[in-house]
């Protein structure tokens, strides 16, 4: 016997056979490095038992089960929906059944749906679950998991050594069980599915349907339950079971060939018809006053089940009544905590989006941006000045005053004035502009702001411009001086050009250099 | 006409017994798999919100090891269940609150030396490890819940026990 860790492994767990396990013990006598591994394994094995483990209190459980939707909770309704008045009338036996067209991923159609109508892909969970919001994300992720139910009913021997967890040459399923089980198993289910088919098909012609659903009629799964107690299950359609029924005529249903691994048929493509459905005839409505429901009155009994299904391509289009649609179930998720979120999430965009805007409009001025002519290609006062000396000359492209920067306002509601002169001089590192006005009651309102770094505009109001303005002496700080009404002021407006940037105090001194009464206006300039 | 199944309720009976009678053993088994009891309790209730939709047939045949499956899927799968929300919208999503698994877990979830070397382990062995030494699953119970076969099960516990005995000499020096 060869030492091996494997078959270590499973003597310690107890899963070698007698023959193996005597042949170990044999073994183990003479070998003491598998007597040295059986005592780690033993060791390892031990140490991974003694490992915590938890105890959940009742309320703990139960919670743990409830929010995993296991236990619906005390006073939640059923996530079935709950039933119309009259469709209690419907055998109960037939509702217990299960649905090979949900399996099938065929979704069911209602009896009053339009005939163009196309086979919706929505699941039936979808509809009659409407407690599943928080977990749709989760479902719609677990939807391509759906084969979990084809596993299901495929034999042991195959799903079981397909897709191993590693995938190591240990783990590749080197075992030939699969290649010999596979054909076989696989090739009389086919057959034999494909044998009943062709049997039905050549059966007896369906009679007319009765009232006792569990009436003799070609069923398929059902009927005989030896035949389907003995069937593999590899050969179940995932979802059925031997009670399953499928009441449709089986003259329709064409004989179809099994693909080599499972047997699904094609119910998409199959000629069904109200004329070869063995259910009643349609009853002839008024054309005056067609029915709410023209399809499902059709056939008594059946007009009551929602969650009937007929493949039925025949059904003629309602003519009008605005089309309605399969009744779908009311999702309680509109205005769960999904909804709730979506719009608490967009309240606080908008609010953040608002909040954005304000601080924008906040840093930026509010409308007070400077805005450069030079920048524009706009003529600047200077040449506008130069360009038309005369004092009531107005600039045809001047800034507002809400174009300014650095405005400052002296004085308030004084009016009257008359400017009388300008004076330049220096006070030590200063620059004063003086404005001397006379004549006025009051202070009158300046306002000087600058447009660009070396243009002061001085804005009167209730002053009158004078006949003519020194200009200042050359070499000073200011190089030039112009006067005008200027579009957008609604005073009389004294534009300094500056022969560098600096900063403007303005100020208003009372009377004048000689004790008059007048205003004195002062732009110091450093 | 044919009729539709009822499936989630007709196995909620089964799977409800199924989760109360080894509801205490996946938490263990989560727990001691993800390290953390909000990981494992997520986990769990996600295993058993998936098995919901098993058919009732695979539960009875199957029965536990089947949810240890689901479990074993989730967290490999790092399904959370209620699910976590991605993006900017987790920043808003609403949580519910946490289920405490109590002092017990605590102490379970308390790190030693063989847990570090049992985390330290890859997924799939240290899963296969659980499952046989402390849920006590076979063989063919495990192959049930790691999805692969029985021979491929038993290598898998063979070679995560060398690996974990490995690990834990070499931290427990």
């Known amino acids: 016997m060869k030492c091996s860790l494997l078959t270590l492994s499973c003597a310690l767990d107890g899963e070698l056979s007698r023959e193996r396990q005597l042949e170990l013990d044999a073994h183990l006598i003479t070998c003491e490095r598998c007597k040295t591994g059986m005592h780690y394994l033993r060791e390892e094995t031990e140490r991974i038992s003694l490992l915590a483990p938890v105890r959940l209190s009742g309320g703990t459980a139960t919670a743990l089960l409830e929010r995993s939707r296991v236990v619906v909770p005390a006073g939640m309704p059923s996530a079935l929906p709950q039933r119309e008045a009259g469709e209690e009338e419907v055998g109960e036996s037939l509702r217990a059944a299960p649905d090979p067209f949900g399996a099938l991923g065929i979704a069911p159609a209602i009896l009053d749906e339009p005939a163009d109508a196309e086979v919706s892909t929505t699941s039936l969970a979808d509809e009659i679950a409407p407690d599943l919001e928080q977990g749709s994300a989760y479902e719609a992720m677990e939807a391509d998991h759906s084969d979990l139910d084809a596993l299901a009913a495929i034999p042991e021997e195959l799903w079981l050594a397909e897709a191993p967890e590693e995938v190591t040459p240990e783990n590749v399923v080197p075992d030939t069980q699969l290649a010999e089980a596979a054909p076989t198993d696989i090739a009389w289910d086919s057959s034999a599915a494909l044998e009943e088919v062709q049997e039905s098909a050549t059966g007896p012609e369906p009679e007319a349907p009765s009232d006792d659903p569990t009436e003799a009629e070609p069923v398929l799964g059902g009927g005989d339950d030896t035949t389907s107690a003995n069937r593999p299950s590899s050969i179940v359609v995932p979802g059925w079971e031997p009670a399953t029924e499928i009441k449709v005529p089986w003259r329709d249903i064409p004989p179809a060939t099994p693909t080599a691994d499972t047997w699904t048929p094609d119910l998409t493509a199959l000629p069904l018809s109200r004329d070869a459905s063995p259910l009643p005839p349609a009853t002839p409505f008024a054309a005056s006053a067609p029915p709410a429901r023209p399809a499902a009155a059709a056939v008594p009994g059946l007009q009551a089940d929602r969650r009937s299904v007929v493949v039925d391509r025949e059904i003629p289009r309602r003519s009008g009544g605005g089309g309605s649609r399969r009744p779908v179930a009311p999702k309680p998720g509109g205005d769960g905590p999904e909804a709730r979120s979506w719009t608490r999430t967009g309240l606080i965009a908008v609010a953040a989006l608002a909040l954005v805007l304000i601080l924008w409009n906040v840093t930026h001025g509010g409308g007070k941006t400077p805005v450069s002519h030079h920048a524009r290609g706009q003529a600047t006062p200077l040449s506008s000045a130069k360009a038309s000396p005369s004092p009531s000359t107005s600039p045809s492209a001047t800034p507002t005053p809400f174009a300014l920067t650095g405005t400052q306002t002296v004085g308030s509601s004084g009016s009257g004035y008359q400017l009388q002169t300008v004076r330049y001089g220096v006070h030590g590192s200063q620059y004063w502009v003086v404005f001397q006005m006379v004549q006025g009651s009051g202070s009158p309102q300046i306002t000087c702001g600058f447009d660009g770094p070396q243009t002061l505009y001085v804005e009167m109001k209730g002053v009158a411009p004078g006949t003519s303005v020194a200009q200042p002496p050359a070499g000073a700080a200011v190089s030039s001086i112009t006067v005008g009404h200027v579009s957008g002021f609604t005073g009389a407006v004294y534009i300094l050009h500056l022969t560098k940037p600096m900063q403007v105090s303005p100020s208003l001194l009372p009377g004048t250099e000689s004790g008059g009464a007048g205003e004195r206006y002062v732009d110091i300039l450093q | ?173």
Do not use: W
């Open chain 2, 1 to 173: 006409m044919n009729t539709v199944l009822e499936r989630p309720q007709i196995a909620a009976s089964t799977l409800e017994d199924l989760g109360r009678q080894h509801l205490d053993a996946l938490v263990s088994y989560a727990l001691h798999l993800t390290g953390t009891p909000e990981d494992a309790v997520e986990y769990v209730t996600a295993g058993l919100f998936h098995a919901r939709h098993f058919p009732a047939a695979a539960l009875q045949r199957d029965g536990r090891a089947i949810l240890y499956r689901a479990v074993t899927r989730a967290a490999r799968q790092n399904q959370h269940y209620p699910p976590q929300r991605r993006g900017v919208a987790r920043l808003f999503a609403k949580r519910p609150p946490l289920i405490s698994l109590g002092p017990a877990a605590a102490d379970a979830a308390r790190i030693n030396t063989a847990k570090r070397a049992l985390l330290a382990t890859e997924f799939g062995r240290r899963a296969a490890l659980l499952l046989r030494d402390l849920a006590k699953l076979s063989y063919r119970e495990i192959a049930v819940a790691m999805e692969c076969s029985p021979e491929a099960a038993s290598r898998l516990v063979a070679s995560a026990r060398r690996e974990f005995g490995s690990i834990y000499r070499d931290i427990s020096i």
